[in-house]
């Protein structure tokens, strides 16, 4: 099971999260960059923000960004990938949504704060309007997130792939189809935050896997995190290769990316 405290949730996923979660593309970039005006004076703040999946290539696009995550060791793999693109307007700094009052003065304002595939481990009304406070008027906030992840998705390669994980872990979340906020809508949730003309954009995109990729991937997941295999990681790793190799397909996956935006 996942740990509790935000810091060691993705424990020993760092370097799977960093070489094999994919980015997001540059439609959702240059949405958010025309949607919220970035340009070369405005700050980003992004909150969970990981191996700097999207704090680095928005990093590209705005003046600068401040990256927040509790896992340090997260932070360190951000700061590699900053350095590989050659990104030097990136603060980094260790917190988690719990934070956000203390690192106020160090986040200072911003025009858009952004969470990528972390909003669903935080307290999020108290997040929202905490990032209400910190974005500037015409900013907002926009949260990202895959409508699908590889155990959630509709393909037979990626039930394989879910009925590996079941035999060598327990907890693994049910395979439940690709997500839906309809119980529980995070747009709603945002609106009565405080800010308003709030849309959701989603955007189709086609992502084909190695077999390698798709096992890293895995292993970047919290609740398939490598210390969960515990002595059994590498059986897992060759059972998951010989039970693809079955699959005469590529490792199609049709997605996509969803963006709710609101403005302050
Ligand atoms: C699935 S990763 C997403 C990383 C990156 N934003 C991306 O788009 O790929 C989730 C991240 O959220 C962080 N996290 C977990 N709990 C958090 C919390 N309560 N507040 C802020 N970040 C949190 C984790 O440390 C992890 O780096």
Redesign the pocket.
């Known amino acids: 099971m996942p740990a509790d405290a935000?810091?060691d949730?993705?424990d020993s996923t760092e370097p799977y999260?960093a070489a094999h979660?994919p980015g997001?593309g540059d439609r959702v970039l240059d949405y958010l960059v025309s949607h919220f005006g970035l340009d070369a004076d405005t700050r980003v703040l992004?909150?969970?923000?990981?191996?700097g999946?999207?704090a680095v290539p928005l990093a590209a696009r705005t003046g600068d960004v401040v990256g927040?995550?509790?896992?340090a060791a997260?932070l360190d793999h951000a700061r590699e990938f900053a350095d590989s693109e050659g990104a030097r307007n990136v603060q980094w700094l260790v917190g988690?949504?719990?934070d956000l009052q203390g690192l106020a003065a160090d986040i200072g304002t911003v025009r858009l704060a952004t969470?990528?595939?972390?909003f669903h481990?935080?307290e999020q009304g108290r997040t929202l309007d905490h990032l209400h406070s910190l974005t500037a008027d015409g900013g907002g906030v926009a949260i990202?997130t895959d409508r699908e992840w590889l155990t959630r998705g509709t393909r037979d390669w990626q039930a394989t792939i879910h009925d590996a994980a079941s035999d060598y872990i327990d907890d693994v979340p049910e395979r439940t189809g690709p997500v839906s906020h309809d119980d529980d809508p995070w747009d709603e949730l945002v609106a009565e935050h405080g800010f308003a003309d709030v849309e959701t954009r989603t955007f189709d995109l086609r992502r084909e896997w190695s077999v390698e990729d798709a096992l890293g991937y895995v292993f970047s997941l919290?609740f398939c995190a490598p210390a969960s295999f515990g002595t059994d990681q590498s059986a897992f790793a060759a059972d998951v290769r010989e039970r693809l190799a079955a699959h005469d397909e590529p490792l199609v996956e049709e997605t996509a990316v969803e963006v709710i935006a609101g403005r302050t």
Request: proline share 6%; net charge neutral.
């Open positions: 935000p810091a949730r993705f999260y979660r997001y992004d909150l969970g923000c990981g191996a999946q999207l927040v995550d509790p896992n997260m988690s949504d719990a969470i990528g595939r972390a481990w935080m990202v919290s």
